[in-house]
Every structure is written in structure tokens, then in C-alpha cells.
């Protein structure tokens, strides 16, 4: 079944930047219909950040609009999240998924911490 990997996580300090990237490994779905963007802080709810369709329509959440940015899917099943703009509350860990042949596949997650 297909996986999604998520990397780019790091340390990083208010005001900076990141990169996330989300690679779709395994045996490739047949319908790939939209890849997102979650994040959970430590006690809270895991909450959605981003999405982006196959046809390029994306959306963000209100608490991150302005700042960060999701890329369209690119031909190899890449997916970015540009962030900007980081505040300490965006500290989470962020986890990928994909909507692929009728069901969710998640990602194992990468550690995001913005932090002086």
C-alpha cells in the first residue's frame, strides 16, 4: 500500500522558515485525490493545516494563512509546505496523509519546534 514520508522538520527560531516535503513511497495508488497537511502539539488535538487536490485547488487553515503555503503535486508525488513566519505555537509535530483509491494513509510524522 502506498506510505507517505514526510521530512524537513527541525529546530528553528521565531520568524524563520522551513520546509516540509511529503513523498508517496510503496506501490503507487490508482486514484490519488488530495494530500494534507495535520499537526498535533503536545496535548492537543491534532488539527489540519493544508490541502491540496489533484487538480491544484489548494486551502489553509485560518491560523496559518499568510504564512505557510502548500505546493501542488508534482509528478513523483511530492508534496511541500512552506512555512514562514514561524511562531513558537506552530511547535508540533506535522504528519502528512493522502486520499488514494478511497481510503487515508498517514505518515509517521516530523518534528517541527520554532524556539529562541
Known amino acids: 500500500q502506498v506510505q507517505p514520508v514526510e521530512s524537513g522538520g527541525g529546530l528553528v527560531q521565531p520568524g524563520g522558515s522551513l520546509r516540509l516535503a511529503c513523498v508517496l513511497s510503496?506501490?503507487?495508488?490508482?486514484?490519488?485525490?488530495?494530500m494534507n497537511w495535520f499537526r498535533q502539539a503536545p496535548g492537543k488535538e491534532r488539527e489540519w493545516v493544508a490541502t491540496?487536490?489533484?487538480?491544484?485547488?489548494?486551502a489553509v487553515a485560518d491560523s496559518v494563512k499568510g504564512r505557510f503555503t502548500i505546493s501542488r503535486i508534482t509528478a513523483d508525488n511530492t508534496v511541500f509546505l512552506q512555512m514562514s513566519s514561524l511562531k513558537p505555537e506552530d511547535t508540533a509535530v506535522y504528519y502528512c496523509?493522502?486520499?488514494?483509491?478511497?481510503?487515508?494513509?498517514w505518515g509517521q510524522g516530523t518534528q517541527v519546534t520554532v524556539s529562541s
Open positions: 496523509r493522502c486520499r488514494a483509491d478511497g481510503y487515508y494513509y
Open positions: 510503496g506501490t503507487m495508488p490508482t486514484s490519488l485525490n488530495t
Open positions: 491540496v487536490t489533484t487538480e491544484g485547488t489548494t
